[in-house]
Each structure stands twice: as structure tokens, then as C-alpha cells.
């Protein structure tokens, strides 16, 4: 059964600490976003890959957060210097993009997350 | 305005009861819908595409009104295991360009009591 694979689960840091998430997207899917989900913020879009390349990071934290698809079966995402208001469930999704067929992204297969606090 | 607005709930029905949903969104050029099910601390998951004739799919029903740009989703006889927090999804393109990005509402959370 294809999945999308996150590590790590939980990760409890200290502020300032450096911290890496991993993503291993559905064999096969061309697109990657990164979403971060707060209970007061909901779901929300941080970086967005189509073919391993960045399309965009608008979302992102550009001072501290970086997005990166070294290859096709991994995406990661980095905070450095981690704060506590980056504590949250950071989740992969994958899916798949048809520019033949005008853009058939619809349904997003998602990981089941980094559960992330800073203290 | 945000992209995409939800009652934030929280629903709390009897098994059985009929429960609705809503959703609006701001970009008028939006193309696709969906709704999303998340079960507390899992992932969202993809419950059904909504068409602009509407659908439906057992239990459930979407509807589109693309002219008030709101979406809705009806279930009917709810049972305890439809006890989630259920997402508007709307995809839209980035101007110009072929991207398109998924903007996840904040998701109504609805709880289904015996």
C-alpha cells in the first residue's frame, strides 16, 4: 500500500536548535508540498515542488526555513534557528501533475506528519 | 478575506441526525473543490471532489454555487465514525503559468454522539 513516509513523528527541541525534517513522497508522484498545521492557524502552505523543482515558497520563513528535493524519493525541511512559535505538525503530501491534461492535481496523499515542539 | 472560510463548529449531532457544512471561497478563477477528513492527530484525507452539477456518494452530498462561490456538504444519517474535522479544499492557479496550489480551509470539526 503506497504511502507518503515522514520522519521523524515527534521531535521535542530547544529553541535555537537546528531541525530537519524528512519526506519520502508516493513512488511515482512528481509534486511535494510541505503544509504546517496549528490549531489556530489550520493548514497552511509552506513550500510546493513539481519535478523537484521549487515553485514556490512564498509561504515560508525565508530566514530561517529552507526547502529542498535532493532527489526525486526526498524532500526535507529545515529550521535553523528553531523558535517555539514554529511548534506544530508539520505534514508532506505528494500527488500528481499532469500538464497534459491542464493540471490534474486533485487529490493530495499526505504523510502522517512531524508532530514539532520547541521549548 | 481569507481564501477559503469554514465554520469552525464545533458540530454536535445525535447518530442519525442530518448535518451541513459550508464553505466560501475569495478567488473567483478557482477550478477545482474538494473536502478533506481529518480524524484527530492523523492526516487529512481526500473524502470526495465536489462537481459543479454536484455529487454524491452515499451518505454524503457536495454541492457547488460558483455564482455565491460556496461550498457544501451534507450528511445524511451520521453515524459515530463520521466524527472528524472535515476541510474545504479549493485549488486555484498561480497567475500566469501552469501551478496550481491546494488552500485548505480551518476544517469544522463534528462530533457524532450515541
Known amino acids: 500500500d503506497a504511502r507518503v513516509t515522514q520522519t521523524p513523528r515527534d521531535k521535542v527541541t530547544e529553541m535555537g536548535q537546528e531541525v530537519t525534517m524528512r519526506c519520502q513522497p508516493i513512488l511515482g508522484h512528481n509534486t511535494v508540498f510541505w503544509y504546517r498545521q496549528t490549531m489556530m492557524q489550520g493548514l497552511e502552505l509552506l513550500a510546493y515542488f513539481r519535478n523537484r523543482a521549487p515553485l514556490d515558497d512564498s509561504g515560508m520563513p525565508k530566514d530561517r526555513f529552507s526547502a529542498e528535493m535532493p532527489d526525486a524519493t526526498l524532500a526535507t525541511l529545515k529550521i535553523q534557528p528553531s523558535e517555539p512559535r514554529d511548534s506544530a505538525v508539520y505534514f508532506c503530501?505528494?500527488?500528481?501533475?499532469?500538464?497534459?491534461?491542464?493540471?490534474?492535481?486533485?487529490?493530495?496523499?499526505f504523510g502522517e506528519g512531524s508532530r514539532l515542539t520547541v521549548l | 478575506r481569507k481564501e477559503v472560510e469554514q465554520d469552525p463548529g464545533p458540530f454536535n449531532v445525535p447518530e442519525g441526525a442530518t448535518v451541513a457544512f459550508n464553505c466560501t471561497y475569495s478567488?473567483?478563477?478557482?477550478?477545482?473543490f474538494f473536502w478533506y477528513r481529518q480524524d484527530c492527530r492523523k492526516e487529512p484525507k481526500l473524502l470526495m471532489s465536489?462537481?459543479?452539477s454536484g455529487n454524491e456518494d452515499g451518505r454524503f452530498t457536495a454541492q457547488l454555487n460558483r455564482a455565491s462561490q460556496y461550498i457544501s456538504l451534507l450528511i445524511r444519517d451520521s453515524k459515530l465514525s463520521d466524527s472528524a474535522t472535515y476541510l474545504c479544499v479549493v485549488k486555484s492557479g498561480y497567475s500566469g503559468g501552469s501551478n496550481y496550489k491546494l488552500t485548505f480551509g480551518k476544517g469544522t470539526l463534528l462530533t457524532v454522539n450515541p
Open positions: 465536489v462537481y459543479s
Open positions: 503530501a505528494s500527488g500528481s501533475y499532469s500538464a497534459v491534461s491542464g493540471g490534474a492535481l486533485g487529490e493530495l496523499f
Open positions: 478567488n473567483s478563477a478557482s477550478q477545482s
